[in-house]
């Protein structure tokens, strides 16, 4: 079946807005992700494939962290008549799973956190990771949050300090979204303060 | 001729404009996110920011309730219900409890509100400087440098002329410690159901272009000083005519031959489910 560009891309923002006022809330968007089975699957994953197409369209500027950048910035290019520029420019970053660590640093680092007259034209970076959970392996707290709430976030990278660093002068930073290969979605809007880290 | 509008009235290209600002908006509590604001069929002022933001939210397994100043059925209310229903087919409903998507203008239900539900508040004037900064610019500035004196002023001055804080509604509140926010012209007795709430709030303003959020269990705290605490307005020992009920928002109704002043619940829902309770034991 094909992905329903009316409802479906409704659905699985209504969950991704969920998850971004909640977070820690991890939505599954496996129904909308199934139906975008097109050859681009070998490039894009399902899940971020969908909030690509959830979010960008003309007026978009977005990044690609990949190994096959030129390829997959085309590929979204033709779909949704974005731009692709650089780091620093992006309102969309995605960091693919083959992305080098380096580059993942250097977009945290480069990103554009949005200034104080305009916080909200900073970056939202979509990260591909190995998997999402709420295993108690970090814990959060802020905004969305009644007490605490725990996740845990396989990737490549470490990314805790770095996104630490970056969202220190709040309401600058950043808000990243998190997508699993089985289709999860974590939202870390740039309020949510990640207290402490259980190591192992 | 018959137009065949898209589900939900827009176009997908306006939908993933507001949803990109609403994502935003929830990213930063109490701060206005500048958004398009498209044309809509009705006027201006006329709760547009509300109703784009519910069109870019509605699905098909949405329940829709609408409310105007607490009345399920005025004019504003029953056209915006029209509007929704007409280009989605979804339910409404009057009940508060069944609804997943309540819009509102001027006022948070008496029931309070769950996780699950998103409130769409309808503002006129989403900036709680403008009464004394006129500049956009200015007021950015001022947001920017988080230099609220005006706002703490304005309520200095009530409290000077009038001897109390004289906002009838759209008292200021501070969000997350960070913005100050105009929570939209809900009366004071309303505010404090903004603070920690179970339900996500966003804030639409058509004309003046923005949208803004106070997502679940935010910090949300009505601008009053150490020596001059905050006071919701006060109904002692005064009660719903109808359903009888204490401790709501009364709206003040005045006899005409006996010229004898009665209460009743501004919330008319919440009233006539009281009253079916009644007539039901």
């Known amino acids: ?200 | 001729m018959r137009i065949e509008y898209n589900f939900a009235f827009f176009d997908e290209g306006s939908k993933r404009e507001i949803r990109r600002a609403t994502l935003k908006a929830v990213a930063i509590p109490g701060y206005q996110v500048p958004f398009a604001s498209r044309e809509m069929p009705i006027a201006r002022g006329w709760g547009t920011g509300g109703l784009q933001l519910t069109l870019s939210l509605v699905g098909k397994e949405d329940i829709l309730k609408v409310i105007d100043q607490g009345s399920d059925e005025s004019v504003n209310a029953v056209n915006i219900k029209k509007l929704i229903t007409k280009t989605t087919g979804i339910k409404v409903t009057d009940e508060t409890s069944e609804a997943t998507i309540i819009q509102s203008r001027h006022r948070i239900p008496e029931i309070p509100l769950q996780a699950g539900q998103i409130l769409v508040l309808q503002v006129p004037l989403p900036e709680p400087l403008r009464y004394y900064e006129p500049s956009e610019l200015e007021t950015k500035k001022l947001h920017a440098e988080q230099e609220y004196s005006g706002a703490w002023l304005m309520l200095f001055e009530q409290i000077m002329n009038y001897g109390t804080m004289s906002t009838g509604a759209d008292h200021p509140a501070m969000v997350h410690d960070r913005y100050v926010m105009a929570p939209s012209p809900i009366p004071r007795f309303d505010n404090p159901k903004l603070n920690h709430s179970q339900a996500l709030i966003l804030l639409g303003a058509g004309r003046e272009k923005k949208v803004y959020a106070v997502p679940p269990y935010t910090r949300v705290e009505s601008l009053a000083f150490e020596d001059f605490s905050f006071e919701v307005e006060g109904f002692k020992n005064k009660y719903c005519g109808l359903c009888g009920a204490k401790e709501v928002f009364l709206d003040e109704m005045l006899d005409d031959l006996t010229g004898e002043t009665f209460y009743q619940c501004n919330d008319t829902s919440y009233c006539l489910q009281r009253l079916n309770q009644k007539s039901a034991g």
Request: charged fraction near 25%; include cysteine.
């Open chain 1, 1 to 200: 079946m094909k992905l329903d560009l009316v409802h479906d891309l409704q659905e699985a923002y209504r969950k991704t807005l969920d998850s971004m006022s909640r977070p820690g809330l991890i939505s599954n968007i496996r129904d909308q992700a199934s139906k975008v089975a097109m050859e681009i699957n070998d490039f894009i994953p399902p899940a971020a494939l969908v909030m690509v197409l959830m979010l960008f369209d003309t007026e978009v500027k977005f990044k690609v962290c990949s190994k096959r950048e030129a390829e997959i910035a085309e590929l979204i290019n033709q779909l949704t008549y974005a731009k692709a520029t650089e780091i620093e420019s992006a309102d969309f970053i995605l960091v693919l799973k083959d992305a080098d660590p380096e580059e993942f640093e250097q977009v945290i680092n480069s990103a554009c956190p949005g200034d104080l007259h305009d916080p909200h034209k900073a970056a939202t970076i979509i990260v591909e990771a190995d998997s999402v959970s709420n295993d108690r392996d970090l814990t959060l707290i802020g905004p969305g949050i009644e007490i605490e709430s725990y996740i845990s976030v396989k990737t490549n990278y470490s990314w805790v300090d770095l996104r630490a660093e970056k969202n220190s002068e709040y309401p600058l930073g950043i808000d990243l979204i998190f997508t699993d290969r089985d289709t999860n979605i974590l939202c870390l809007p740039r309020t949510t303060q990640i207290v402490q880290e259980v190591a192992g």
